[in-house]
């Protein structure tokens, strides 16, 4: 009878094992998660730049100077994941003929960087970009 009672449970030992594999697996696994998950919010953010760009190029065409950052900001918004991480700043610059479009992380770590795009093309940095 005593051979029955002790098959039918786990002893403290394999439990303590069981909770010490989970936490080093977590330990390992969260940070590259949320670096995971940091990279994925630049990149939306480096599209969003490109968005914002068309709508420059566009505003132009239609009326020979780029947009302020007011103004653009009427016609596209960020998505709300890149406004969590990101402050925009749009510079316009040669009497409304130049532009500069930035993500400036709101936290200082070493996975975010400041994501730039201007009205030549150049992309910085090269690692967030499609």
């Given amino acids: 009878m005593d051979k029955n009672l002790k098959a039918l449970g786990f002893s403290l030992i394999e439990l303590l094992v069981v909770l010490a594999l989970i936490g080093i697996l977590s330990a390992i696994g969260l940070p590259s998660y949320r670096q995971y ?66 993500l400036i992380p709101k936290e200082t770590t070493s996975a975010m960087e400041i994501i730039s795009l201007d009205s030549r093309g150049l992309r910085r940095p090269a690692s967030v970009w499609p």
């Fill in 37 to 102: 998950q940091l990279r994925a919010v630049a990149t939306e953010g480096a599209l969003s730049l490109l968005s914002m760009s068309s709508v420059q190029e566009r505003a132009r065409l239609n009326g020979g100077r780029y947009l302020d950052q007011g103004q653009l900001e009427l016609l596209v918004q960020l998505p709300a994941r890149v406004r969590e991480h990101f402050q925009l700043l749009v510079s316009v610059a040669d009497k409304a003929q130049a532009y500069t479009l930035e």
